[in-house]
């Protein structure tokens, strides 16, 4: 059963600690993102990946972090230097621009709320 | 930079109704365009997609958008809506040049009444 699962689906920090959201794609996209979801602002682009081991800044990566070692995962660290961390966190995927070219679509995850203690 | 705008932060429609959410863009090019519908607490499901051709579009659920250049809007349809179309509504924007990255509009939360 193909898909992208997030995990865990609630996730609580404590003040000055890194958390760890994963992501997992099965159906061999090659490109992963990351948003975030605030209430009344949409979803915004923290980072994206076109390819293993690459990855670049999305409009919000301030405080986060990620890699990208293998196709199928796409982990995204929430810093503590992310002082508001709070938000439901959206990872998607897509086939990439190499092997679909620029008319992509975007499958998402079924998210990860992040809570501060 | 490109933006996406929904006017509307809720709608309220009775079962049975019809229903149009807004949605206009700014985008130098030629936008791709896309909705997409959150349930609560879950992630989002893409309804359907414009790249270019014919601009009226059809998607899933019976879900219907129209293109219209000459007013940068990108309108969702459905004729008759169900109980189980309550949800929140995203319009967004790809930026090709940007590594395909998308320019999401602020939602727009639909309740169904009986």
């Known amino acids: 059963d193909g898909g992208i699962t997030q995990s865990p689906k609630y996730l609580f920090r404590k003040e000055g600690q890194n958390v760890t959201l994963s992501c997992e794609q099965n159906?061999?996209?090659?490109?992963m993102y990351w948003y975030r979801q605030d209430p009344g602002q949409g979803l915004r682009l923290i980072y994206y990946?076109?390819?293993?081991?690459?990855?670049q800044k999305g409009d919000i990566a301030e405080g986060y972090s990620v890699s990208r070692e293998k196709k199928e995962s796409f982990p995204l660290t929430v810093t503590s230097a992310q002082k508001n961390p709070t938000a439901f966190y959206l990872c998607?995927?897509?086939?990439?621009?190499?092997?679909?070219?620029?008319?992509?679509?975007?499958?998402f995850g079924p998210g990860t709320r992040l809570l501060v203690l | 930079a490109q933006s996406v705008t929904q006017p509307d932060i809720h709608i309220t429609v009775s079962e049975g109704a019809s229903l149009e959410l807004r949605c206009n863009y700014s985008?130098?090019?030629?936008?791709?365009l896309f909705w997409y519908v959150q349930s609560p607490g879950q992630g989002l499901q893409l309804l359907l997609k414009?790249?270019?051709?014919?601009?009226l579009v059809q998607g899933i659920k019976g879900f219907e958008a129209e293109f219209k250049r000459s007013q940068s809007s990108f309108n969702l349809r459905k004729p008759s809506v169900h109980w189980s179309d309550a949800a929140e509504y995203f319009c967004?924007?790809?930026?090709?040049?940007?590594?395909?990255?998308?320019?999401f509009g602020g939602g727009t939360r639909v309740l169904v009444k009986p």
């Open positions: 998607a995927s897509s086939i990439g621009i190499k092997r679909e070219g620029l008319r992509e679509t975007q499958y």
């Open positions: 159906l061999n996209h090659d490109a």
């Open positions: 990946s076109q390819i293993v081991n690459d990855f």
């Open positions: 985008y130098g090019a030629t936008p791709y």
């Open positions: 414009y790249f270019s051709g014919d601009t």
């Open positions: 967004a924007v790809g930026e090709p040049a940007a590594g395909n990255k998308l320019t």
